[in-house]
């Protein structure tokens, strides 16, 4: 039996993992004339900056479209975080004739009109890593994110190891008007407040980066070490942006490696090289190819009409409007220890384009 997950608030980080732990993802059998299907998807994108999007998601994509749809054609389009833009790029599409629409909204609260001028010609649209709030979409296909920042605050805690005296930490959170960064935000609360309330920690700032932009992170970082006095024994992040920003601030004022920087997402190869050359202790990485094969398993299921995309999901997210039925893919933790088995290895990162920049005379690239 196929248990479902929720993912709000409430959710800890062993609910999630167990839930998860059970959630099976039926694999979904494609009809015999699946290859019939011609035409164009459209991925609509939030902006470049996050490179994620061209870099790995799309060849998964296409990858799993040869196997599944070789007749199904994939266009991927950014909207430089313009809403409007990306609005008009929906409407574009459909007049094109989009088979289907993947959305990673450039602002989650502005969907539903994207999702609108798509239902309004019969288009199906599924959200993919970005959450799409108060809309009408019709699948959600993400990982769990209250887990993330559970993990990074575990993982930052142990490292930093006891101290007669409060850790002092910053946190650099992301946007608030993006659902995972909320959650996020929830799950480092989780495992901080209590240490807070045990004068264990103290947080010594606090401040979001809006559109999750490197420039803004380093601006933050700036306050954060000027409120702090320069005396904080560690940052902790929401992506690579974020982590890029606060490392290029950390360097500028000679922090960086005296103060830590944990909780990178994405693993982008900029920031695996700070990883390695010890700038930042870890980054997470989404598992771009389960999520990108199964946001086309489920296109071909929608537009074969089969039904078998309710067999692939196994889990709920409310986006204000509705409880999206969604399918949650597992994030990787990344150490130094496993950037070859993890990245390296599935073919995500290439040895060179780790071993450069900060990273060349690293301990790894020595090797």
Partial sequence: MKKICKLGSLWSVVKVAACLAFATMAPVAQAQDASKLEGTIYFLTPNSQITRFEAYDKPGMEEALKQYAPNLKLVVLSADNDPSKQLEQAQAAVTQGAKAILLAPAVPNQSQAIVQVAHDASIPVVGYAYNSDNSDIDYYVTVPFEPIGEGVANFAIKSLGDSKKPLRIGLITGDPSFFFDREIVSGTEKVLKPLVDQGKVEIVCKTDNLLLSEENARVATDGCLQQAGGDVDAILVHNDSSANGTIASLSAQNLLGKVKVFG??????????????????????????????????????????TGDEKKMVNGTYKNGMKDVPAIFNENVFITRDNVKAELIDKGILTREEVCAGPAVSAAFCAK
């Avoid at 994405?266 to 930042?280: F, M, V, Y």
């Fill in 264 to 305: 990178g997402y994405d693993s982008q190869a900029g920031t695996i090289q700070h990883l390695l050359s010890g700038g930042i202790e870890n980054d997470m990485v989404p598992p771009y190819h389960a999520m990108a094969d199964s946001a086309v398993r489920l296109i071909v299921a929608l537009l074969e009409k």
